[in-house]
T-cell receptor, first 113, second 111 residues
Framework: GAVVSQHPSWVICKSGTSVKIECRSL??????MFWYRQFPKQSLMLMAT?????????EQGVEKDKFLINHASLTLSTLTVTSAHPEDSSFYIC?????????FGPGTRLTVL | QKEVEQNSGPLSVPEGAIASLNCTYS??????FFWYRQYSGKSPELIMS????GDKEDGRFTAQLNKASQYVSLLIRDSQPSDSATYLC???????????FGAGTRLFVKA
């Protein structure tokens, strides 16, 4: 149980385009999902907390208009990186909360050319 | 003071030895504690949860919790090269809403 999937697992896009990443809890309902970003050899950085049916809560320094989050159902949250630039290239990981435990998706590696 | 502190390592142990990973936390009211393992290039994986003082064993892994001293540790017995990874300690944040992660300890198990 407690499986979280992400799609796509990797994506390459041109600078200026938008990319959407999906996060799904496969065998449980998650009212809360989290989006993280991780650069090589660095720690996880929480970007935002996604709540089903309400606006996401963004961490300080994360641009909400650039990283659009939609938590449309109890099993799906999406992150859209708008007008992506090379500095947005990173490993994006979602997680879903079940009681007090967090389960992570496999991550999406984004490369912006 | 950081909310969750870990030695960044790297911690290097020979194959078959016991690896000991330590973590301290600042919120004395924390009730839940978690250990995650993250292989290079992969996402974190929950490997242990502990809620009560004392030891909790799961296979080769033992989590130890001491709430009075505000530390939690993870012991890996009979370490294998496949245990080489970064181990993240985590506790619920204020209000128990989001999880606070330590920066992680890199473990290398030498064959």
């Amino acid at each position: 149980g407690a499986v979280v999937s992400q799609h796509p697992s990797w994506v390459i896009c041109k600078s200026g385009t938008s990319v959407k990443i999906e996060c799904r809890s496969l065998d449980f309902q998650a009212t809360t999902m989290f989006w993280y970003r991780q650069f090589p050899k660095q720690s996880l950085m929480l970007m935002a907390t996604s709540n089903e049916g309400s606006k996401a809560t963004y961490e300080q320094g994360v641009e909400k208009d650039k990283f659009l989050i939609n938590h449309a159902s109890l099993t799906l949250s999406t992150l859209t990186v708008t007008s992506a630039h090379p500095e947005d290239s990173s490993f994006y990981i979602c997680s879903a909360r079940l009681v007090d435990e967090q389960f992570f998706g496999p991550g999406t590696r984004l490369t912006v050319l | 003071q950081k909310e969750v502190e870990q030695n960044s390592g790297p911690l290097s142990v020979p194959e078959g030895a016991i690896a000991s990973l330590n973590c301290t936390y600042s919120d004395r009211g924390s009730q839940s504690f978690f250990w995650y393992r993250q292989y290079s290039g992969k996402s974190p994986e929950l490997i242990m949860s502990i809620y009560s003082n004392g030891d909790k064993e799961d296979g080769r892994f033992t989590a130890q919790l001491n709430k009075a001293s505000q530390y939690v540790s993870l012991l890996i017995r009979d370490s294998q090269p496949s245990d080489s990874a970064t181990y993240l300690c985590a506790v619920p944040g204020a209000g128990g809403f989001k999880t606070i992660f330590g920066a992680g300890t890199r473990l290398f198990v030498k064959a």
